[in-house]
């Protein structure tokens, strides 16, 4: 290479040997991060995916504990004391009934109801309308709920003799039962409450109405829908309310809450976490304003969100590898792993920390009786920005507000932001106590009111120069963001809500691909396509009805059917001859073989009983198309029907 003059206008191109200097760069990252379809790639990122997801979701329970805490006591304090505001002189004792509204999910939510009433020592059940569809049914539940409670089923020995004359549906087995353990408070909540039929609804308060007295039974009623209007005043006649002591709690939820739990999950200063990109943000806030506002929700999108990152994205299986130290003695090192780690928790810390104190100086200003801005009420489009490099909406109102501060408001504002810097950023501390000093030392000698705006203006321009300063950098500037970070990628909402017609035909023209393991899909073929005769009754009856024209005559389309049905039987019984023959072929002469393939080639059906079995398999498939919406039915013609689909592609 001395040699070659690189200045020489006459030539056009250079060649540059290999000399092997950095051999290591191909060793610089696992083989799981540079093999995408291999199944220890895959697999090595579902389990750093199970890993991150783990404690991404045990933050989020975390933080839900804390939004429900308050209802579950509110709940509780119902239900203890619920024979202790009765009122005198009624016809008959009420049901206690405490309606929630607004409440979307229940799972988590009877788990700490039933944590909360383990120390009382009271027994919780969980009646769906599923296992209520009849009044007998819905009885049944109940009393069994109870009576096989798994904390108080021991403490009744008595009940588990089978001879006992009550049915499994009387109330009257459950207040003998309840004598037993006369100390148990009873709970039922009623999950997804209008899902019930009102009227086994309205049979069951009746009928519990007549043992209040000999029941200290509580149902809790979780209703999806808004405190206003009333779905019990509604829904229930007056004759049926006067039975019932109702309390109405609203249950947390709606945007607020499922920014606080993102907020809390994501963008506290203590936690490094993978963080959804602005992208998945704005579909969680489009869907939960849409739809539902359920921590159940929010849990299935950010789920949805992590398994899409590290399935598609090879170097997410880097999340916990250090870099190699020996690739920094390289003439050019890689890109290093830990270094490109270390700048985005620094850009992800400064994002944060400027988003608490821009939040932190509006609360203290409204605590102060200034008018600030309504951002805790929809926090999601927030984050969303500052993820972007955005300011906080109405930002300069924030600024201009604080223009407004007196000194002792001032000192106010400027101790609650040094309280939510991280201990980490002590330089942003020291500056901010230096700016205060030298504000302080700049207005020394002067009085009045104009002392205090110039003190003031001085902070505000300060607080916003700090806050631009720490939202300037994006996460996506960092080299090897993409492993931390999933940016703008696009959610995978056809997951979250699917068309289901197009995943009906996909499943029809492909039933394999729905029904079998993808990974043991991997190592077949991709070219070889299955015979028709491998598929199932419907899908072959779908593949008849693709190839067909507008008006399908059901006469051809049996016949049709029936030569795939023919076509498999034969290589069912192919099949089990070859399988026969390979048992006995030991000892035996190739020409007594080919005989007993010929003698064993039939599947012991006789003819009148397979044409049967194929009419009933047609008749079936083509009632399945028919429920599905595929057929037409037309007067004109009794032997035919119309298409109502077409130009689907068979990849």
Not at 65 to 80: G, M, N, Q, R
Not at 327 to 348: C, G, Q, R, Y
Not at 410 to 433: F, K, N
Request: hydrophobic letters at 40%; proline letters at 6%.
């Amino acid at each position: 290479m001395s040699n070659v003059n690189l200045d020489d206008l006459n030539e056009s191109s250079f060649y540059i040997p290999f000399e092997g200097e950095d051999e290591a760069l191909s060793e610089r990252l696992p083989a799981e991060a540079t093999d995408q379809s291999s199944e220890k790639a895959l697999s090595a990122r579902i389990s750093e995916y199970r890993r991150v997801w783990d404690t991404c979701l045990t933050r989020i329970r975390a933080i839900v504990d804390s939004l429900y805490e308050p209802v579950i006591e509110s709940v509780a304090d119902e239900i203890v004391h619920a024979d202790d505001n009765v009122l005198p002189g009624l016809p008959y004792p009420e049901i206690p009934v405490v309606c929630l509204t607004n409440c979307t999910g229940t799972s988590s939510f009877i788990s700490q109801l039933n944590t909360r009433f383990e120390r009382s020592g009271a027994a919780v059940i969980n009646l769906n309308p599923e296992a209520c569809s009849s009044i007998t049914l819905c009885m049944k539940a109940l009393v069994s709920g109870f009576t096989e409670h798994p904390s108080l089923y021991d403490r009744v020995p008595k009940l588990k003799r089978r001879g006992n004359s009550l049915a499994a549906y009387d109330l009257s087995l459950l207040a003998a039962w309840h004598r037993e353990v006369s100390d148990v408070q009873l709970v039922a909540v009623l999950s997804d409450f209008e899902d019930f039929d009102p009227n086994i609804v309205c049979h069951m308060f009746e009928i519990c109405s007549l043992y209040a007295s000999q029941l200290p039974l509580t149902f809790v009623l979780a209703c999806a829908s808004p405190p206003a209007p009333s779905y019990m005043h509604s829904t229930f006649p007056r004759s049926v309310l006067a039975l019932l002591r109702l309390r109405s709690i609203d249950f947390p939820s709606g945007p607020s809450v499922v920014g606080e739990i993102v907020d809390g999950t994501f963008f506290d200063t203590e936690v490094d976490s993978l963080i959804p990109g602005p992208a998945t943000l704005d579909f969680l806030a489009d869907y939960t304003s849409r739809h539902v506002a359920s921590v159940d929700t929010v849990v299935s999108i950010l789920q949805l969100s992590f398994l899409k990152h590290f399935a598609t994205e090879p170097l997410s299986v880097l999340v916990a590898v250090p870099s190699e130290p020996a690739h920094t003695k390289m003439k050019d090192p890689p890109l290093n792993v830990e270094s490109n780690s270390e700048d985005f928790d620094e850009i992800a810390l400064n994002t944060k920390t400027g988003l608490r104190l821009a939040r932190a100086a509006n609360t203290k200003l409204i605590s102060q009786g200034h008018r600030g801005l309504p951002w805790e009420s929809n926090i999601l489009p927030i984050l969303c920005g500052a993820l972007r490099g955005q300011l906080p909406p109405d930002f300069k109102h924030l600024v201009r507000m604080v223009k407004l501060l007196d000194i002792n408001q001032l000192y106010d504002l400027a101790d609650d932001l040094l309280r939510q810097l991280p201990e980490s950023m002590e330089t942003l501390r020291d500056g901010i106590h230096e700016h205060v000093r030298n504000t302080l030392a700049a207005i020394e000698g002067k009085e009045g009111p104009e002392a205090c705006r110039e003190l003031a203006a001085e902070f505000s321009e300060f607080f916003a120069a700090m806050i631009k300063q720490l939202l300037s950098r994006q996460l996506h500037e960092v080299d090897l963001s993409r492993i931390w970070y999933t940016n703008e990628a696009p959610f995978p909402s056809e997951l979250l809500n699917p068309n289901v017609r197009a995943s009906v035909i996909s499943a029809l023209v492909q039933p394999h691909a729905f029904t079998e393991d993808p990974p043991q899909r991997v190592t077949n073929d991709e070219d070889d396509e299955e015979p028709l005769w491998m598929l199932p009754d419907t899908a072959i009856v779908f593949a008849r009805y693709l190839d067909s024209g507008r008006m399908i005559n059901v006469y051809d389309w049996f016949e049709a059917f029936r030569a795939v049905l023919d076509a498999q039987r034969e290589e069912r019984a192919q099949t089990l001859a070859d399988g026969e023959g390979a048992d006995g072929a030991k000892g035996k002469s190739p020409r007594k073989n080919k005989k007993r393939k010929k003698a064993t080639a039939d599947d012991g059906i006789d003819e009148e009983s397979w044409a049967l079995e194929v009419q009933a398999r047609f008749v079936r498939a083509l009632h399945e198309l028919d429920y599905m919406g595929f057929l037409k039915h037309t007067g004109r013609k009794a032997d035919h029907v119309v298409k109502m689909s077409f130009d689907v592609v068979d990849d």
